[in-house]
């Protein structure tokens, strides 16, 4: 069993920055591959970044490549998402998520994931 919970999240005018982190307990945590969802009123929960158990691969949703960075810190079972140059678009509650499978390499599937976290509100308003 593993159990997450996310924190960080709150309002940040446009082109502003946020850093999420995920910090995650049970056994074997550090051999899970970790992901990033958001989920906007109104629309479907939606992959934003994964990274594998090793920290050695690493995968965006197209919409965020090059402004969010998924990292983790296994000596503190922590897993980070941080958002650079962020809009309007990307207000939504993000969810971090553990993948079912051990020594994953980080799936954009959300069926990939079995554990969740209550999730963090991510405002981007002027």
């Known amino acids: 069993q593993v159990q997450v919970v996310e924190s960080g999240g709150g309002l940040v005018q446009p082109g502003g920055s946020l850093r999420l982190s995920c910090a995650a307990s049970?056994?074997?945590?550090?051999?899970?591959?970790m992901g990033w969802f958001r989920q906007a009123p109104g629309k479907e929960r939606e992959f934003v970044a994964a990274?594998?158990?090793?920290?050695?691969?690493?995968n965006y949703a197209p919409s965020v490549k090059g402004r969010f960075t998924i990292s983790r810190d296994n000596s503190k079972n922590t897993v980070y998402l941080r958002m650079n140059s962020l809009k309007p678009e990307d207000t939504a509650v993000y969810y971090c998520?553990?993948?079912?499978?051990?020594?994953?390499?980080?799936?954009?599937?959300?069926?990939?994931?079995?554990?969740w976290g209550q999730g963090t509100q991510v405002t981007v308003s002027s």
């Open positions: 998520a553990a993948e079912s499978r051990l020594r994953g390499s980080g799936s954009a599937t959300r069926g990939m994931y079995k554990y």
């Open positions: 049970g056994r074997t945590v550090n051999d899970y591959a």
């Open positions: 990274i594998s158990w090793s920290g050695s691969t690493t």
